[in-house]
């Protein structure tokens, strides 16, 4: 693998998600396979987990790791081909990635959409110019459109979790305060279409996630149905697709609560954190024995370390 943007640049996810499981068991078997290797990751938006796990599995491959926050610490930077520089941008992103190219074997980088231009935010302009202008092979850490290590984080907790071949999981938009991306809602579709499980989206009319993104899932308005039977609750705000970037309702009767998961067949209850507690995801929930959200950060580590590890082994064959 030399690019991870999305399920589509995985040649077999059940053979990255056993390598993930693998190193859990023995997560210093391949220290040497990064030495003298350098990552680098490099954030347009604030994180906790993907910083921190991304960065505690390159450790265990024995590689070296930079974090720059690149929109706090770096020029204010250019992304549009073509024009005079005279505004507030500083550095273009053909020069900066270029550089950070040049320093690091392996580079992460974290780009969230807009929200504002629908077209411009789905053809991944940002991340893919990054990728091309780095020349070096490039982790997402979430795009605009995506956000590949959670997913796959997310798809090694149900396979470790899960009691039938094919559980019935279902991905349910929750209230929010604020318009968020639909990355993480697409990407967990795509995964989860991709693992050929029983999936079923939930959401609020106007909530419809891109028709790529949905793929075969079955797609209802109506929660309480989509929640029978459940062996998995996915809970995840996401602004609407349609009338692109908008909060059109924000209806508190779509929390997920203790209430709700009578309906389903004592499912594990996923966030991908960070979770505004009371708001998406009631307390009793998260703090019950039902919750899997810590599984999920855990596995954040081992999806990393699957992934570089997969990067490291093809750079080292070249
Ligand atoms: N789930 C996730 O990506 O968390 P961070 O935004 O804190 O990295």
Known sequence: MKLFSSVHDVADIHQLVASA???KQKPYVDEQLGKHKTLGLIFLNPSLRTRLSTQKAALNLGMQVMVMN???????LETQDGIIMNGTTVEH???????????CDIIG????????NREEDYSEEIFSKFVKFCGVPVVSLESATRHPLQSLADLITIEELKKTEKPKVVLTWAPHVKPLPQAVANSFAEWMNKADYDFVITHPEGYNLAPEFVGSAIVTNNQDEALAGADFV?????SSYEDYGKMLINDDSWMMTNEKLKLTNNAGVMHCLPVRRGLELSHEILDGPNSLVLNQANNRVWAAQAVLKSILERISLT
Do not use: C, M, Q, T
């Open 21 to 23: 499981i693998s190193l």
């Open 70 to 76: 690149l929109d706090k610490e770096g020029w204010a």
């Open 93 to 103: 992103i053909r020069e900066a990635a270029g550089v950070l190219g040049e320093y």
């Open 109 to 116: 980088f974290r780009s969230f959409p807009g929200l504002v």
């Open 234 to 238: 996915y809970v995840k705000n996401w």
